[in-house]
């Protein structure tokens, strides 16, 4: 009899565990995971998935507007918020099963239930305790709303993918991804959106050239950004509208708040630090790079390490990870390079190293820029830039940075991306014969490096 009721117990479904449960089952594992919330994890349910349907949704305000210039005539329109969310609620609820029968199909043992560890080998789950040779750690994370006079008025990300209106006035709070995202989103489907940023700009990490357009473009499409903005309250008016007090003394009135001010890991109450696992300050699971605890038999991966917190990030690491202990060995994960998009309206996509990173890396580089009004826009009339930027190690040649900021930004990027990890250089990219007519060609046809800052060139 084996000493261990399983080979592998995986304490959440999310895009890294369900990836590890599932090819490790298929190393002939004996393979179990427990969901407390929903298969699939943050990116299906209240992430990536859902975020992008909305997208699309909000997407459409723009499209019949610009429909005008080519002709077509479009009638009223009217959007039904309970509609769409209907909807994406069963897109979702297909996915879920999708996971499920993938996790099944594949042999594992599904707990739909909360898991906590006992001890090394050991775990709590659905009133039984099980064992495992194995454990591996993919809760991933939760948003953080910090703490102030007001914090119970206002929303989340994820309360913001199940709202049963659209609310007229948005306030959101946040400079992530997660906030310019939704900022586009309500702005599109006609609420009237704040956001809120205590810094001076959003998008840090970000390219700076991507983060200044981004700004413009929202404002333009009617956004009213607000940067250096603090927030000191929030409170609910007898009407029961929401006034949120800025340290600078105004106040803006809003039907809603929602605040995306950063995410932590879902550490807490988990038996961790019994089982005898390591965490950082922040409550991220420490791990090496075979992605082991300080537990022998305990792993970790996803949002609750500190990683690059990106679905196919936490998916790699599982498949990593299961290959490792399982099956074959041999790969090794790279987080060089890893692309990712923001899909803001327009929407970003990157990958490499920002102009300001490559100045502080390398001793000299060439920065190519294209900036233009896509063809669309010609018969459109809409008044929307795209921007390209190449970062290039003048030294070696090499594409150490690829950015942009227009439609299908992250189609775009991700074939870059290969190219940058197959060490492309600029000459690569200009032996590349463009496809006419695109916004992609622009990246193998820009010829003239920008000139030189002028502090960099006077030394
Ligand atoms: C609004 C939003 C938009 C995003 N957009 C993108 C995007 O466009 N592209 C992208 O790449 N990434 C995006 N992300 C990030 C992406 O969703 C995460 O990086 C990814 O889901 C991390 O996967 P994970 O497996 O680490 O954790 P998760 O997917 O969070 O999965 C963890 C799972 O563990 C479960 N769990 C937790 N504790 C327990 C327990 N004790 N017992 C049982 N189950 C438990 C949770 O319920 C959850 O299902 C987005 C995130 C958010 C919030």
Known sequence: MAEYDFDLFTIGAGSGGTRAARIAAGHGARVAVAEERYLGGTCVNVGCVPKKLLVYASHFAEDFEDAGGFGWSVGERRHDWPRLIAHKNEE???????????????????????????????????????TAERILVATGGWP??????????????????????????????GGGYIAVEFAGIFSGLGAKVTQ?????????????????????????????????????????????SLLVDLADKETIEADLVMYATGRHPNTAG?????????????????????????????FSIGDCTNTIQLTPVAIKEGHILADRLF????????????????????????????????????????????????????????????????VVDRDTDRVVGAHMIGPEAGEIIQGLAVAMKAGATKADFDATVGIHPTSAEEFVTMREPEPEPAQEAAE
């Open 92 to 130: 979702i609820a297909r996915l879920n099963g999708v996971y499920r029968r993938l996790l099944e199909g594949a042999g594992a043992r599904i707990f739909d239930a909360r898991a906590e560890l006992v001890d090394q080998h050991t775990i709590r789950v659905d009133g039984q305790t099980v």
């Open 144 to 173: 953080t709303v910090p703490e102030f006079p007001g914090s119970d008025l206002v929303i989340n990300s994820n309360d913001a993918f199940f709202l049963d209106d659209l609310p007229e006035r948005i306030v959101i709070v």
């Open 196 to 240: 809120l940023y205590r810094g001076p700009l959003f998008l840090r990490g970000f390219d700076d050239d991507v983060r200044e357009t981004l700004a413009e473009e929202m404002i333009k499409k009617g956004v009213d950004l607000r940067f250096n903005s603090v927030v000191e309250c929030v409170t609910k008016t007898d009407g029961g």
């Open 270 to 298: 988990l038996g961790l630090e019994a089982a005898g696992v390591t965490l950082d300050d922040k409550g991220f699971i420490v791990v090496d790079d075979d992605w082991r605890t300080s537990v022998e038999s305990i």
């Open 327 to 390: 099956g074959p060995k041999g790969r090794a994960m790279d987080y060089d390079a890893v692309p990712s998009a923001v899909f803001s309206q327009p929407s970003i996509g990157t990958v490499g190293l920002t102009e300001a990173a490559a100045r502080a890396r390398y001793t000299r580089i060439d920065i190519y820029k294209s900036a233009f009004r896509p063809m669309k826009h010609t018969l459109s009339g809409r008044d929307e830039r795209t921007l390209m930027k190449l």
